[in-house]
């Protein structure tokens, strides 16, 4: 976020979730470090999420690790769902399944798992371009509505456990 507050210094970051642990520590600690706290915004936990998603500008889900021997895999991304079925533009790590959700230019932004530079430049240029912010978040919710509704999702599961079993009988 240090990057993106060097070309937009009132840009604002709400972290929502606490993590594993100690991550929000180690997350708090950084943005002191960065200097950053009037740029960084912590919620916790919270359940009130379609709330919080209608206040934001776009969504930013950074996975650290693409590498299951490296530590955690993003296996599914519901957080990259729950962005697009807001219709908000994304940016993500292109790490586990997130590449499966996120169409790269179309539906989101993918960055390369602990780059800064890019997940930075994806940022800025949605913020500074409403009309590929709002192209991308409309890209999103058509996928997020056409792919992963519950009766689609429940679906493809269905189908999957009885391919499996027809396969095994």
Same mark, same amino acid.
């Given at each position: 976020w240090s990057i993106v507050k060097q070309t937009l210094p009132r840009a604002i970051l709400a972290l929502v979730g606490t993590g594993e642990a100690d991550y929000e520590t180690h997350c708090r600690n &950084?943005?002191? $470090?960065?200097? &950053? $706290?009037?740029?960084v915004v912590f919620l916790g936990q919270r359940d009130n999420i379609n709330q919080l998603l209608a206040a934001f500008d776009l969504v930013v889900h950074a996975s650290c690790f693409a590498d299951p021997a490296q530590g955690p895999v993003e296996a599914m991304g519901r957080v990259a769902i729950e962005a697009m079925a807001a219709a908000l533009p994304l940016v993500a790590t292109d790490a586990g399944g997130i590449p499966d959700i996120v169409e790269d230019g179309v539906t989101g932004r993918l960055a390369p798992p602990g780059d800064a530079q890019a997940m930075a430049e994806a940022v800025l240029a949605y913020l500074s371009d409403d009309d590929a912010a709002q192209a991308a978040g409309k890209a999103g919710y058509e996928r997020v509505r056409a792919n992963f509704t519950n009766t689609i999702m429940t679906n493809k599961v269905r189908a999957l456990y009885a391919e499996v079993l027809a396969a095994r009988a």
């Amino acid at each position: 976020w240090s990057i993106v507050k060097q070309t937009l210094p009132r840009a604002i970051l709400a972290l929502v979730g606490t993590g594993e642990a100690d991550y929000e520590t180690h997350c708090r600690n &950084l943005t002191r $470090e960065y200097g &950053l $706290e009037d740029n960084v915004v912590f919620l916790g936990q919270r359940d009130n999420i379609n709330q919080l998603l209608a206040a934001f500008d776009l969504v930013v889900h950074a996975s650290c690790f693409a590498d299951p021997a490296q530590g955690p895999v993003e296996a599914m991304g519901r957080v990259a769902i729950e962005a697009m079925a807001a219709a908000l533009p994304l940016v993500a790590t292109d790490a586990g399944g997130i590449p499966d959700i996120v169409e790269d230019g179309v539906t989101g932004r993918l960055a390369p798992p602990g780059d800064a530079q890019a997940m930075a430049e994806a940022v800025l240029a949605y913020l500074s371009d409403d009309d590929a912010a709002q192209a991308a978040g409309k890209a999103g919710y058509e996928r997020v509505r056409a792919n992963f509704t519950n009766t689609i999702m429940t679906n493809k599961v269905r189908a999957l456990y009885a391919e499996v079993l027809a396969a095994r009988a």
